[in-house]
């Protein structure tokens, strides 16, 4: 993907930091709290657990095999702020299948660690919530998918009562 001018992550939120840091602007980022009882048998328990990660392997390589001229055309709609042709060209969610192998892996079901993405979801309404309370306007930072999917972090604000303008 870096080869055909691709980053995975990390593009808007250095730039969105760097500037907020300038404009002396509070950052705020949701906080998941995770007591790991004994950490280093943690540690050495996913080490030595094997993960089930074909599934997430085969999706990574079948996207790059299939979807690189579909990243190109979604790159340049969010470039361009073209929503609509974002909705039409919705990203593939291969990033699930490799959270799933990660949090369905014993160690992990065992330690009662398999809600994290229920938690990030709800550290991050929760946060959202407490900031437009206390603040006068207020910026979030989210991936496109978040934004744009139905059941995304912006569709959960809807879906408890919010009125969200859509970009």
Same mark, same amino acid.
């Given at each position: 993907?870096?080869?055909?001018?691709?980053?995975?992550?990390?593009?808007?939120?250095?730039?969105?930091?760097?500037?907020?840091?300038?404009?002396?602007?509070?950052?705020?980022?949701?906080?998941?709290?995770?007591?790991?009882?004994?950490?280093?048998?943690?540690?050495?328990?996913?080490?030595?657990?094997?993960?089930?990660?074909?599934?997430?392997? @085969?999706? /990574?390589? =079948?996207? +790059?095999?299939? #979807?690189?001229? &579909?990243?190109?055309?979604?790159?340049?709609?969010?470039?361009?702020?073209?929503?609509?042709?974002?909705?039409?060209?919705?990203?593939?969610?291969?990033?699930?299948?490799?959270?799933?192998?990660?949090?369905?892996?014993?160690?992990?079901?065992?330690?009662?660690?398999?809600?994290?993405?229920?938690?990030?979801?709800?550290?991050?309404?929760?946060?959202?919530?407490?900031?437009?309370?206390?603040? @006068?306007? /207020?910026? =979030?930072? +989210?991936?496109? #998918?978040?934004? &744009?999917?139905?059941?995304?972090?912006?569709?959960?604000?809807?879906?408890?009562?919010?009125?969200?303008?859509?970009?």
């Amino acid at each position: 993907m870096h080869a055909h001018g691709f980053e995975s992550f990390g593009v808007v939120w250095p730039t969105v930091k760097k500037l907020a840091r300038k404009a002396r602007v509070n950052i705020t980022e949701p906080e998941i709290t995770v007591k790991v009882e004994e950490p280093r048998a943690a540690i050495q328990g996913f080490k030595q657990a094997p993960l089930d990660d074909i599934a997430c392997l @085969a999706t /990574t390589i =079948a996207r +790059l095999e299939s #979807d690189l001229e &579909l990243m190109k055309v979604r790159a340049n709609a969010w470039a361009t702020g073209d929503v609509g042709r974002l909705r039409a060209v919705a990203p593939v969610d291969n990033a699930s299948v490799c959270i799933a192998a990660v949090l369905n892996a014993q160690m992990m079901r065992d330690r009662g660690y398999t809600d994290w993405s229920e938690r990030r979801r709800a550290a991050w309404l929760s946060e959202v919530e407490q900031a437009l309370v206390r603040n @006068a306007s /207020t910026v =979030a930072v +989210l991936s496109i #998918d978040q934004i &744009l999917k139905p059941d995304g972090y912006v569709g959960q604000l809807r879906a408890k009562g919010y009125v969200v303008e859509d970009p």
